[in-house]
């Protein structure tokens, strides 16, 4: 688990992908307004805690988390989800409450 929830982060590092047996990540309470493509390297990950940032967009390689379980975007700034998201089979936990999203993939 990586937890950096609660700090004054505005960017993630591309080597992010570089922590292929990460199972969580939590960077809530931050002020990411993208992720870096390389986050869909994280093959391993079940839990990903986006929750109050400012992200605008998720990368489409998001779709590559075939492992991922928990998706929590809470309090974004999000029009639109990548539709790469359904190939994510395992997801049994999405919350999308306070964005702007009108269409599912």
């Known amino acids: 688990m990586l937890s ?3 700090n004054r ?3 993630l590092p ?9 199972l969580t990540l939590d960077v809530a309470h931050n002020h ?5 493509n390389e986050i ?3 093959a391993q990950l079940t839990t990903l805690d986006l929750t109050h940032n400012e992200l605008v967009d998720l ?3 998001i779709g590559n988390l075939k492992n991922l379980s928990r998706l929590l975007i809470r309090y974004n700034r999000l029009s639109a989800i990548p539709s ?4 994510c089979l395992k ?5 999308i409450e306070g964005n702007n999203v009108s269409q599912l993939p």
């Open 4 to 6: 950096l929830r609660e």
């Open 9 to 11: 982060i505005r960017l």
């Open 14 to 22: 591309i080597t992010v992908g570089n922590l292929i047996q990460l």
């Open 32 to 36: 990411l307004e993208h992720l870096p």
């Open 40 to 42: 869909g390297n994280c």
């Open 59 to 61: 990368p489409e390689l």
């Open 84 to 87: 790469s998201l359904a190939n």
């Open 91 to 95: 997801l049994d936990e999405f919350n």
